[in-house]
Each structure stands twice: as C-alpha cells, then as structure tokens.
C-alpha cells in the first residue's frame, strides 16, 4: 500500500515540478501535497481526473497568526486507489482568498461554506457563498481564527 | 410559493429547510443549517485532550456516541504513538457496534414516522432499549459513556456481561425478522421509498456521500474494510451493497448493517483476550497533525488534529457524515412531492446536531 | 382573555347544539304537543342522537389508543377513570373547552370561525337519516324517516370537503392550504368509486332506501355477494375518513396537520369530533350495506347487532393504523382513479349481467321479495 | 401483493396479544445497573484531601473547590454537570468522590442545583417504591420488565 502511495506522490511531484512545493507519504494511506495557492484549481483538476481521487472527504483550515497564514487542507479519498491524499495551500492570512474547488469536486460545496464562515477565507468561483452555521446577523471576527477571543466565562461564580 | 420546513415542525429536527414548492411538488430545497452550532471545534482549543473527550461526545451524543469518541482517540493515539491493550481494543469494537446498532434503531424509529408508522417507531425504541442497558451495564451511562480514553478504555466488562448480551442478541436477531416483515415487505413503505431520492454512484462519489447513503449507490467503501481500524481485521463480516441508491436501498443497507453488527460482537465477545485495558499515556500531545477516519453510523468520520505540543489541541477539525450526506439534499430533492420530504431526509439519515457540531 | 374564554365556550355549546337545532327545526311546529315529540326528543338527544355519537366518539377514541398501545407494546391510558383509563378522552375534551381560542391575526375571522361548526353540523346532522332497525313492527328506529336516506347520507358527505376548503383557506396558513386543497383532491376522487359500490348494491336490492336494503339481506348478505363490492367500499370509505394510509391531509411529517394547523381548543375539538362522527356514520352505512344491518340472530335485538357490526368495521378501521405507512398524493389518486373506479364499474357490470341473464336471481336470493 | 399488504395486518394482530414493554413509571423504576453514574457523592468531607484535581479536569467547570470550615472541599453545580465521571476517575482519595444511583434531580430552584460540600456528602433521599429490570424473554410473547 506505501508503495502505492509513494509512487503517486512522486508522480504528482513530477508532473508539477514547479508548483508542488511538497508531496510526501506521511504514513499509510496518507499522501500530503502541498501546492502554492496559485496553482491549487489546476493541481486539483489533474489529481481528480488523472490520478482518480474522487471523493471528497473534508476541508479544514488552520490559522496560524504568528506566521500571517491559514492553511487550507482538503482531504480526498480515491474510491478506485483506494487511498487517502491532502492537498494543502498556505494562503496570507491578510488578503485571504483561494480559488474554490467546487468545479471539481461539487461536495465540498458546503465545506468551503462554513470555512468562508468561520475563517473569512472567500472562495472565488464558489457559486453560493453564504453563511452556513452562524446566525444570519452575526457580527465580528471570523469565530475560529485564533484571535476570536471566548466571551464566556468558565468559571462559575 | 415559498414553505419554511422547520426548524419547528414535527419531522424536520432542528433544521430548516427553504421549499420553492408549486402545489405539492417541490421545486428547489435550501437547507438552512445552525440551529444546533455549539462551537465544538472551537471549545476543544480550549480545554485538554482528556477533557475533550466528554465535548467532542456531544457532536452526536444521542445516537453514536462511541464512534464519535473512537475517531477522537484514533486521532490522539496517532500522535502520541501509544500501543493499546488488546482487550482494551477488543472492548472497543465491541461498544462501537453496539453503538452502530442502536443508532441504527434509532434512524429506522425516525424513518417509519417519517412516513407516518408509528408502529415501527415502538418497537424499535423497545429493542434500542436493550441495548441502552447493555451500555449502562459496561459503563454506567446509557447515552453519553466518555468511556474511551487515549491507551485503553475505562470500563472493563463486567461479570456476567456475556450472558444478558448473548440473551439479548438472541431476541434482537429475531425481533430482525418481525421487523424486516413488518416494514421492509410492507407494500406501502415499498410504494413511498423505492424510486424515492435516487442518486447515482458517480454523483454519490461527486458529492462525496458516506456510509450507508454511499453504499446504496453500489460503491462498497466502508472503513472497516478500506483502513481496518482497533481490531476490526480479525472479525469476518460483510460490507452490504446496494445499487439502486433510492430511499428503500439507503433502508436496506442500514438494516443489513445491523445484521453484520450483531455478528461482529458475538465474534467478539467469543475470542475477547484477557489482559490489562488500560496504558498510561502522557497529558502532552507531541507536535505533529494526523487525520484518523472511522465508520460512524452514519457513514466515515474524520478528525483533523493539529496539535503544537501542548495538553490542549491547536485545531481539531470534524467533518461529520452527516454533514457530507447533507450535500446530496439540494441533488435528490428536485421535482419530488412534499411528501418525499421527510422520507428523503430520514434516509440520508441527517442529524442536525451531527451537522451543526 | 376572559372574553375569548367565554367565546370558546359559546362556540363548543353552539356546535354541539347545531345538529339539534338543524333538525329541530323542521318538526318544531306540527310536532310540539304530540307523543311523537317526545319520542323525537329522546331520539335527537339520545339514542341516535347527541348521547350516542357522543359516546361512540369518546369510546372509540379510547378503544384506539389503547388498542394501537397494544400493538405498540405499550399500555396506553392508565390512570384516569375507573378502568384502564377510559376517562382519558373525557380529560382531554375538558381540556381543550379550557383552552384559549386562538384566532390568527391574518385569518379571514368569518370563515374560520364558522368553518369548525360547520363541520360538526354537518357531520352530525347525517346521523338523522341512518335507520337502526326495528323496535315494533313496522316501525323503524330513526330520526327522520324518509325513502332517500342513502342519498341524503352521501350528499352530507360530499359537503364536507368544501368545509375543509373553507377551514384551510381561511386559516392563511400554507401548511393549512396545502392540507385543504389535498383534502379536496382526496374526497373528491373517493366519492366516486364509494357511490358507485352503493350504486351496485342498489341495483340488487331495488332501491335506495337504507331500510329496503338491510331487509333484502335476510337470506345472504350483500358482502357475500358483492365483494369487489365490499372491499372498494371499505378503502374508499377508509379514504374519505382521512384515517391512517390514506390520512394524506393531515400528515403530520408533511404538512404538520393540515386544514386544522391553526385551529386550537374547542374549535380544533369540532374538527376532531367530526372526525369520529363521521366514523361512525361511515361505519353504520358499511354495516347496513353490505353486512346485512340489524339482521341477526334473535338473542340480541337488532339495534345492538348493528352496533356490534358497526364496531367490528371501525377495528378494522383502527387497524389502518397500526399496519400501514402513509401513501403519497399521487399514488392514492392514482389508486382511486385508475384501481378502485374500475374496479368498482366492474362490480357494477357484474351485477347488471347477473340482472340480465338471471332476472329471477334477486328473488331467489331472498334480495327481493 | 396481497401478501405484502395483508402479512403486517396479522403481524400488527399478533402484538396485541404479546407483552408491553412499558415501565409504570412513578410507581415502578428500573433498578439502575451497579456502575450506574447518577449524582456524584462525597463519601465524606473528611476523606477529600482538596487537591483540587477534579475542579481542574472538569470540562464543564461545574465542580469548583470551595473552603469549608478548615479544610477545601469541592461543591457542585448540578446544572453543569455532564456526567462524564472524569472527576471520580481523577480522584486520588478512596474515601471522597464517586457516584449514587440517583437520578431524579430536578428542582424548582437554581439556586437548590449547586450542592455545597455538606449537601454533597449527604447521600441522595430513595423513595419507597418497586425497582423492576427486564425480567425474561420469551420468544412467543416477548420482553418485558418484571410483569
């Protein structure tokens, strides 16, 4: 199974040499590429149609104040490889914008969604992008990026 | 005309759906998310690993609670490169399926009311019963058991634990056939499921569906098969595929399901070792990330952990089943009368506090 | 509030009191002073009058419940009443005449006040009409005595649609229109395949007295005869009762509950009571048409022999319930339109061909004499 | 599909005559099972040592260490308690935290939710009445409990 995976981390790696920055086997069943967010849609596109990966599984980000970026993870399964691959983009956290996934992969539709929501990171060529969760007059910092400070009190009084 | 579908209404759970209906037949569906948002993810950024444990139960305590658990402690594990106890795994699998079981009784009680049987709704909340005590009897608590814990588990079974399961396994398989002639073979609940919500196996990839919704679309993924987690490779049990991917084949799955379920724990509680179930494990997460995967009920649930050498997590994304099935809505839903509403989303199987978290 | 308390009383009294007075009226005047008054008065106020639908309706709401407990697995009502909770329904009844009516703001007031009684007027009054049978000879134990009482029954039915059209538009509520104008659809489309199953066992019989039609049945009842007959009648009639497979309207999942959503308290109460009323009337009509009425054998007399067949219809009725999931809109008008019509122009086609070839065979059934 | 239609009918005919499931409530209670975690217990203010660990690993923070008389000992708000059992599982000493069976524990103030060490110490009030479990199954007339 690493084998398999390895060989498609070098074959990611070696078809887009210059945009990549990483492509590794993080363990079994667990490829990481880590691309520039310029690239992303194109990286996308090629992973989703020539490499098989097809299943959408998960968007996360990560925000990471002191180094000024949020990091975007999508999380793919490939039904026919049978295997499991992140691509990741740092994006600043300043002017965070990234190109939206959802012409190639239509399900993480919702998921970009709540990570417009919750980081503020918007997503061009997303068809609809709205608030998910939050209330519709919510107001403030996006809640789970690292300076969203928690207004309740834990301690009981 | 413009209907709001929640999130106050007797089927709807605490969601909202937007319908563009024209007379009776549904034009578009907007699903309106939130009512439940309690900031799981942010809360665990605030509070210890072992702490987590009770939080992240709450995403969906009332159904699945130790499957949602299981991903978290994979995901810690993982990290903290800790080998578990034999037995402790063993106990593991063993409170997953159950887990599975009653969560799985659980929909089939919402399914048959979402098409107005109310019959059903009973007797499977009688059996859920059952199982609910078998919980009680392992860890004390019968919906929320925080009884999983990074190197082991808590509770051991306890004496005597083996007869009243092996008793009431026996009375649920046959309590099985009751159900399958009651409701499976009824020709009504045929007529309102089968063609119902159908959806393709390429859209069903596309969307990226899980579990039971993407198994009756005939793509056999299951992730205990696909990346056998705890001890699930020495158990001999079947992944059922369906391929028409309407509401009666998402039906069938989940009650096949049940089916497996009940099997996977007598192998269990046949070859359980003995041993010790729990390891001391350190309070501080080595820095790393690590993305573990489990087959809730619901379908694969992952979490994404980043952790930066702290007791606490920097980040720990969820991304529930629920909440990727809940993509496939907006799809299946164009051009079905109101009625399909509820069979619709009781087949997908949604739960609002799964997708809300 | 204590205006709107008191207007929930009115209405409750003034519902319960119209089918008296609708049927009242016609006799007011030759009848004030005769004995035959008095025998009308205990007949409109008792027997099969108020007392008796009254308690039909408050018995078998308790016989469903905690018969669809048993098939539940549960125990149903327990502790109000002397046995097994059989002053549940009672309770609940005192406790919506103590709920506070409420009117929508955007309703039309008129039509949404008017429509609850209605139906209950309507309901009640076909109760008049329906024959129980002798108690001397010569003399049948009924209301109001008339030779077309079948077709009065069925023209009492066909009027309530237009009440639930009324209730669900005017409440101003999309869920409460969307249950009316489905309730339309229903009873529209099921009145026809009920009338033309009545229209058979007519023909067999020679007539559409109800009273004619019970007699004829003294050698075999039309329920052996006819089947297609009986069982058309039985859905469709099971259809017209908004009753479980077929309780579209009112679907809970759906439509929360359909044309009575918005209404609260005694008015919602209306609803409900015509609901059983209309059970009961539709119960009785089965068990004259097709399982001989009064007639059985003499130990009982004949008015308990027709409650007892009358009852045995709506356990069946109940039954729906426990065993069936709720059919779509579209798949029950299909059935009526395209399945039970036909099926009911068969029966029909049937007997017009028995008619034809055999002229004698309703004589030698004993249907005519 | 005749059949289909008419087997549910017997089906639904055959459960009338099986055994309900039900629990009469008030008057009968399911006996909970040994491990059950309902209202946590001091065993005794004397045997708590105040550490104060389990005020640290609560999630909810609903047991805070408060000084009574002169020593520490925890108090806890009912209305944030999830029941986790961490606090009991953290506890050093033998003699202090653990868990009731009771778990009727409403009350008509919020104020009457927070439990001071000495109420907390107090072992919770049992009404007389009959504890039932699932007696037998039966493959004819099903489960019940203890009827």
Sequence with gaps: MTELDRNIAEGIKSHFADVVLEARVQRDLRIVVTVEKEHILEVARYISSEV?????????????????????????????????????????????????????????????????????????????????????????????????KLRTKLERG | MQVSWGPQHPASGHLRFILDVDGDSVLNLEPDVGYTHRGIE????????????PVVERINSYCDATNTVLGYIEVVEELLECEVPERARFIRVIMAEMNRIASHLYWLCLMSISVGFETMLMWTMN?????????????????????????????????????????????????????????????????????????????????????????????????????????????????????AGDAYARSLIRFHEMEESVSIIRQALRSIPEGPIRKRVPLVVPKGEAYSRVEAARGELGYYLVANGTDKPYRLKVSTPSFRNMAALPYITRNVTIADIPAIYMSLDLIPLDIDR | MEWKRSFGLLTSILSFFASLALIFLNFIGPLLFSLQFYELIIKVAVFPGLMYISIFAILI???????????????????????????QPIADFLKLMGKEIIVPDKAHKIVYNLAPIAVVAVSCSSIAFMPFGWVAPGKNWVIYETPYNLLIILILFTLHPLIIIAAGWGSNNKYSFIG??????????????????????????????????????????????????????????????????????VAEQEIVFGYPTEYSGVQFMCFMMAEYVNLCVASLLLAGLFLGGWLGPAFLPPIIWFIIKSLIVCLFVIMGRATWPRLRMDQLLRVGWSLLIPLAILQIVIVLLLLLIFPTFPMWLGFRG | MVTSILRPLSMAFQHVFRRTFTVKYPFKVLKPAERYRGRLMLRSIDGCIGCGLCSWVCPTKAILVVQEAERKAPSLDLGRCCMCGLCVEICPSPLALTFTSAYELCEYDKERLIYQPWRLSQPPAEPPREYVRVKDIDEKRLISHGR
């Design chain 1, 52 to 148: 098989g990966f097809d299943h959408p599984a998960s968007v996360a980000a990560v925000d990471y104040p002191m180094q000024g970026k949020i990091e975007v993870v999508y999380y793919i399964w490939s039904t026919s490889k049978r295997t499991f691959l992140a691509l990741k983009t740092a994006i600043p956290r300043a002017e965070p914008k990234l190109n939206s996934l959802t012409p190639v992969w239509s399900g993480v539709d919702f998921h970009e969604r709540e990570i417009y929501e919750m980081f503020g990171v918007s997503f061009t060529g997303h068809p609809n992008l709205r608030g998910l969760l939050l209330q519709e007059d919510w107001e403030g910092p996006p809640p789970l990026r690292k300076d969203f």
């Design chain 2, 127 to 243: 059996e859920r019963e059952l199982f609910l005590d078998l919980f009680e009897m392992i860890t004390g608590a019968r919906i929320t058991y925080s009884a999983l814990r990074p190197g082991g588990v808590r509770y051991d079974i306890p004496h005597g634990f083996e007869e009243v399961a092996t008793k009431y396994l026996n009375h649920f398989e046959r309590r099985l056939k009751d159900y399958y002639k009651m409701i499976f073979e009824n020709s009504t609940f045929r007529l309102r499921t089968i063609g119902v919500g159908s959806i393709s196996s390429s859209d069903a990839i596309k969307l990226g569906l899980v579990g039971p919704c993407l198994r009756a679309s005939g793509v056999a993924t299951d992730v205990r098969k696909d990346e056998p987690y705890e001890v699930y490779q020495n158990f001999d049990f079947n992944i059922p595929v369906e391929k």
């Design chain 2, 42 to 53: 942010k809360l665990t950024e605030n509070r210890t690993y072992l702490q987590n444990i």
């Design chain 3, 61 to 87: 709401i308790w016989f469903e419940r905690k018969f669809l407990a048993r098939v539940h697995l549960r125990i149903g009502p327990l502790h109000v009443g002397p046995m097994m909770g059989i002053l």
């Design chain 3, 180 to 249: 009316a104008m489905r309730a339309a659809f229903q009873l529209l489309a099921y009145e026809v395949p009920m009338v033309f199953c009545i229209a058979g066992v007519a023909m067999m019989a020679g007539s559409l007295d109800l009273v004619r039609i019970v007699e004829s049945q003294s050698k075999i009842w039309f329920g052996v005869v006819e089947p297609l007959g009986l069982i058309v009648f039985f859905i469709s009639m099971m259809a017209e009762l908004i009753r479980r497979p077929f309780d579209i309207p």
